[in-house]
């Protein structure tokens, strides 16, 4: 255990919290856990008063100003608070980043946006960082500062680590290879948890496909089901409500089930794991809300083992 | 037709091109300029890189890689008549591998807008729908209300999809998982008046009635 002077020494970290509209419907036990994994490691969460959609990847392809502008005013809001965005949602995390960027790099572009927002009396500098909870985690508190504040080890958990797209490209969360990124394995494995080997752990889950092409969705998921199941995953884990909600849906019809095995594979979310493992309850981190129950052999809090320092 | 035409050759030559190729080129570039680094799509080497990394390419009729190739060839009106701009899903791994840094997805984003705006598509084309019925959501609550995008989008595609669905809108609201009643912002007001703002920096919307399905695109091309 580090020193606990060290530990009180440290500011209280404070963060604007961008929920986005999932996360009050299909993904509450996203919003529950965030919230909860954040509170057991002493970060403040402030919810954006009066947040609205962030335009989403389905406004993206219409109107790209509008697309902006609806993003935008959410940047504006969060502005006087002077604190890091926190957007957990990963399509979220992509639209305010990738508006960011646009703005920025844009002038007439800027202009354009700017001049909208001025119609309801905003303003926006966009400045403040647009950040996903994992580059948090794992960056602001540190792997050794979540593991100090462990109460219940993940040991003989395995976790089959899902990125999907949005957070490792094109706005990447944190700053690692797109390709094979490592960061929540070392997270996992620093609690304890036996991530295992997961070669589609960047593929994509199909997206908004699942309403449209439903078909090309189901192989995209069937592909990561079957790599989980052959590596005898307890769970996958995912960054995403939209991945999430995909991964969950499509294990409901026969087709998921697929390679031999019924066996359904738990989808949970990344911070309800890491929640967990900091002590949050079960109705904290959201468990009720999953379809799958995470049914694997998991110590209870009086059984925890300490790992690392 | 030229077999090969620089990007920025349509302004240079118009000749070159037939006058409705040249109309939807220009459409084209004026999208593709609102792409930071959109203009780097002239550097491809038709390496299939981006076909190669697509996860979806499979379900397309022409590969990324086709649609690099026939916008050189003068041919856009065959690209936005393709399934592949709607099958997209958006995962951005042709972008990420590109080895000359094209904005494959972003590219393929300015398509769909051109598509969008001249409704190169069949009327209750599924991807269109569930774009306009989003728009309108967040026009009217300032949020996305999922219950109320999924109704109206099945009731205009699919109503026997809808009703196939029925089960799992059901097991997600036991679960605590669908919000009955919609969640209206307080400024709503603000964010129209915004919105209404900023459509008029976007491309106009088109007037001319719906062109007539054609099973070339959507449920009829992808089976």
Not at chain 1, 189 to 205: E, H, M, Q
Not at chain 2, 21 to 28: I, M, P, Q, T, V
Request: proline residues 6%; charged residues 25%; glycine residues 6%.
């Amino acid at each position: 255990m580090a020193d606990p002077s060290l530990v009180l020494k440290r500011e209280k970290m404070q963060y604007s919290y961008y929920p986005g509209c999932s996360l009050h419907s299909t993904g509450v036990a996203y919003d529950k856990s965030v919230r909860a994994m954040f509170r057991a490691l002493d970060v403040e969460l402030t919810e954006i008063d009066d947040w609205n959609c962030c335009g989403a990847t389905a406004y993206m392809s219409v109107k790209e100003t509008v697309a902006c502008v609806v993003s935008a005013r959410n940047l504006a809001l969060a502005e006087p608070s002077g604190h890091d965005i926190v957007a957990p949602c990963s399509a979220c995390f992509t639209v305010l980043n990738k508006t960011r960027s646009y703005v920025r790099q844009l002038p007439e572009f800027r202009r354009n946006v700017e001049a909208s927002l001025n119609e309801a009396g905003m303003t926006c500098r966009f400045d403040l960082p647009v950040r996903h909870p994992l580059d948090v985690l794992l960056n602001d508190i540190g792997i050794s500062g979540i593991v100090e504040r462990q109460v219940r080890s993940l040991d003989g958990l395995r976790v089959a680590c899902y990125y999907g797209c949005q957070i490792v490209r094109p706005e990447r969360a944190v700053e690692e290879d797109p390709e094979v990124p490592m960061a929540l394995d070392d997270l996992i494995s620093a609690l304890g948890g036996t991530p295992v080997d997961y070669p589609p752990k960047v593929r994509c889950c199909g997206g908004m496909l699942v309403a449209t092409f439903e078909e090309v969705a189901q192989n995209l998921c069937n592909e990561l089901y079957d790599r989980a199941r052959s590596e005898q995953a307890d769970c996958i884990i995912t960054t995403c409500p939209m991945c999430q909600a995909n991964l969950e849906l499509l294990q409901q019809g026969r087709r998921g089930r697929t390679n031999g095995s019924s066996r359904p594979i738990p989808i949970l979310y990344f911070t309800q794991l890491i929640g967990m493992a900091l002590g949050v309850s079960d109705a904290d981190a959201g468990l009720q809300h999953n379809l799958i129950p995470l049914n694997a052999r998991f110590p209870p809090v009086s059984e925890m083992v300490c790992h690392g320092s | 037709m030229p077999v090969v035409a620089d990007l920025d050759r349509v302004r240079t030559a118009p000749d070159l091109f037939e006058k409705e190729e040249c109309e939807l080129r220009e459409a084209f570039l004026t999208e593709v300029e609102r792409v930071p680094g959109g203009a780097r799509l002239r550097r491809c080497i038709q390496c299939g890189t981006c076909t190669g990394s697509c996860p979806v390419s499979y379900a397309m009729d022409l590969t990324p890689r086709e649609v690099m190739a026939l916008f050189r060839a003068g041919d856009i009106e065959r690209i936005l008549r393709s399934r592949t701009i709607w099958v997209c899903a958006s995962c951005y791994q042709c972008t990420t591998r590109c080895p000359s840094n094209i904005k494959v997805t972003d590219i393929l984003y300015a398509l769909k807008r051109v598509a969008v705006d001249r409704r190169v598509f069949p009327r209750k084309f599924p991807v269109y729908v569930l774009s306009e019925t989003f728009a309108k959501q967040v026009r009217k609550y300032g949020r996305n209300y999922e219950v109320g995008l999924l109704r109206t989008y099945f009731w205009k595609t699919s109503v026997v999809r809808m009703l196939m669905r029925t089960g799992l809108a059901l097991a997600l609201w036991r679960k605590g998982r669908l919000a009955l009643r919609p969640a209206r912002i307080k400024g709503i007001a603000g964010l129209r008046r915004m919105i209404a703002k900023a459509e008029t920096f976007d491309r106009p919307q088109p007037t001319e009635v719906d062109q007539e399905p054609t099973s070339e695109v959507g449920y009829g091309a992808i089976g």
